[in-house]
């Protein structure tokens, strides 16, 4: 008894007490900050693999962004990156950010469907569907759900069958071989219903945008409750953006 107190005083808390106030450490690359310095906005533009960079004024998608920090690297006067995890949305426009503007990626609760607070406030299960994703945001949605992050205590879990789910979880670009299996698991979930999009990939295609082997009709058809982006989604955000979705009230 005494042996395993001692263990348990020596490890400290596992968990992460209040997960949308703690501060990221080491090299996280969040929202990034556009300065209003003069650049070579061409050469700045050409250097994005997924054309997430527009020119005049200078804008990042975070719909379209690997974060693979390359834009900093070469234009530190004009780019930066914050620790700011807070990056989700229920509006894809608000994923755009925009030169000299310093300001939070916020869900807007005046445009969240009223049911969504009134029903899945208080618990919220999910149905994850990977559709071609690489594992990386299904990795980190699993652990969003381990004992430092802990998402379970705020009432959200992953089940295994959409029947039993409050909304589905896209991760990946939606290949071919998976736009059937998406719409199948979406018309096995219960109204009111929710779709989550997890990591650039699933939010834009990400680098495979262009790629024929990808059909992303689903998301033509239907309408997208919350975008959380990372490539892959830091569970912070993930947790973050899933409680502004369900909570955060006008
Ligand atoms: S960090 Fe994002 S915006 Fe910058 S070059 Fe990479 S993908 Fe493009």
Redesign the pocket.
């Known amino acids: 008894m005494l042996e395993n107190l001692k263990i348990v005083i020596h490890q400290g808390k596992q968990y992460i007490p209040n997960p949308t106030t703690v501060e990221v450490p080491g090299i996280f690359?969040g929202r990034?900050v556009i300065s209003t310095e003069k650049v070579d906005e061409n050469k700045l533009v050409n250097?994005?693999?997924?054309n997430?960079?527009s020119a005049n004024p200078v804008s990042?998608?975070l719909g379209?962004?690997?974060?693979?920090?390359?834009?900093?690297i070469c234009f530190p006067e004009k780019?930066s990156?914050t620790k700011d995890y807070k990056t989700s949305s229920n509006e894809r426009g608000r994923l755009i950010i925009k030169e000299g503007e310093n300001k939070p990626v916020e869900v807007n609760p005046d445009t969240v469907r009223k049911e969504i607070h009134r029903v899945l406030g208080r618990s919220l299960k999910l149905r994850q569907i990977s559709a071609g994703g690489d594992n990386s945001c299904e990795w980190e949605l699993g652990a969003a759900n381990n004992v430092q992050f802990d998402m379970s205590r705020y009432g959200i879990d992953f089940v295994a069958s959409p029947r039993h789910a409050d909304g589905i979880v896209i991760t990946g670009p939606i290949t071919k071989n998976m736009a059937e299996a998406v719409q199948i698991c979406y018309d096995a979930t219960p109204d009111p219903k929710i779709i989550v999009l997890v990591g650039t990939d699933a939010i834009s295609g990400g680098i495979f945008a262009d790629s024929p082997a990808i059909n992303r009709s689903f998301l033509e058809k239907h309408t997208v409750d919350l975008y959380i982006p990372g490539?892959p989604a830091h569970p912070l955000t993930i947790i973050n953006g899933l409680l502004d979705l369900t909570r955060k009230l006008k």
Not at 64 to 72: H, I, N, R, Y
């Open positions: 690359r990034p250097l994005c693999p997924t997430a960079i990042i998608d379209k962004c690997t974060f693979c920090g390359e834009c900093a780019i990156f490539n």
